[in-house]
């Protein structure tokens, strides 16, 4: 029986802003523990991401128990509270309008100063079940946060290995974004895994992540950087029935709630069938 290592985790608590290496994690029904938790808004409350706002890559969360701190450069860290009372507002994520807490104005103010755009952030509302697509996930309703659409990202070093193989310029594995780096695999040997497991849980892989032009964004940066990766990806790996460049599955949470995710943990996996 195959097996594969975690190589790394990594969470995103603030939707596109930059991510945080971690050694273990509670695993939630909604994917990695505070994932896309948080997210910023237009004043009319539409997601805003890298793709209009590189500059997202050089903002820095960290949670603790009771704050969300943000750091960014040249700006004094802004401190929101978790036990404060907040307004509860509509969002909109891609097609889908979720109930969320508004942070106030001192955050909006911050948000201001750094990003030179009017916007708020918000918290998601945990009482709210946002569904990815039922036909990606069959039998299976799969909650996410702010995700785009599936609550984790699985990608093998092998795959990045291949691809910087053919770059002029290697990358680092945070051009993608994944949640789960697995290390023990051929070159995108993730596309035919079927599951990953366990005795305490199992992620299902279900849909191929179509990349976007945050992949040219230097996540160190926050500068553009041409047309690669996505250049030479739509060379080899686009996928038609997809409309889009390939690299890395998203995958939902079958069982496990409540178990540890942790760095160097070794899990089992089934192939699909066909």
């Not at 290592?5 to 939630?28: F, N």
């Not at 990695?32 to 903002?59: C, H, K, Y």
């Not at 945990?126 to 299976?140: F, I, K, V």
């Not at 310029?169 to 290390?183: A, C, H, T, Y």
């Amino acid at each position: 029986m195959m097996a594969v290592r975690i190589a790394s985790l990594h969470c995103y608590p603030l939707k596109s802003a930059r991510g945080v290496d971690i050694e273990q994690t509670p695993l939630t029904v909604a994917g990695l523990a505070n994932d896309r938790s948080w997210m910023i808004v237009t004043p009319a409350g539409r997601f805003l991401t890298q793709r209009e706002l590189p500059q997202l890559a050089l903002l820095r969360p960290r949670l603790t128990e009771t704050e969300l701190w943000l750091e960014a450069p040249s700006c004094p860290p802004l401190v929101v509270s978790l036990q404060e009372r907040a307004t509860r507002v509509p969002v909109v994520v891609w097609g889908d309008t979720c109930p969320a807490f508004d942070a106030g104005e001192a955050a909006a103010a911050w948000l201001l100063a750094f990003l030179r755009r009017e916007c708020r952030l918000v918290r998601f509302d945990p009482q709210h079940r946002r569904l990815s697509a039922r036909a990606w996930t069959g039998e299976l309703e799969a909650e996410n946060r702010f995700s785009d659409g599936f609550p984790v990202l699985v990608i093998s070093q092998a795959s990045l290995a291949d691809l910087n193989s053919r770059l002029q310029r290697p990358l680092p594995m945070n051009r993608f974004r994944p949640n789960i780096v697995v290390e023990g695999l051929e070159a995108y040997e993730e596309d035919r895994i079927a599951e990953l497991y366990d005795e305490t849980m199992t992620l299902r892989l279900v849909k191929a992540c179509t990349r976007c032009r945050i992949t040219t964004t230097d996540q160190e940066t926050a500068s553009l950087d041409g047309m690669e990766p996505l250049q030479t990806l739509k060379s080899y790996r686009f996928d038609a029935q997809l409309h889009g460049v390939i690299f890395g599955q998203n995958a939902i949470v079958v069982r496990g709630a409540g178990s540890t995710l942790r760095r160097g943990q070794g899990l089992q996996l089934r192939w699909k069938s066909n």
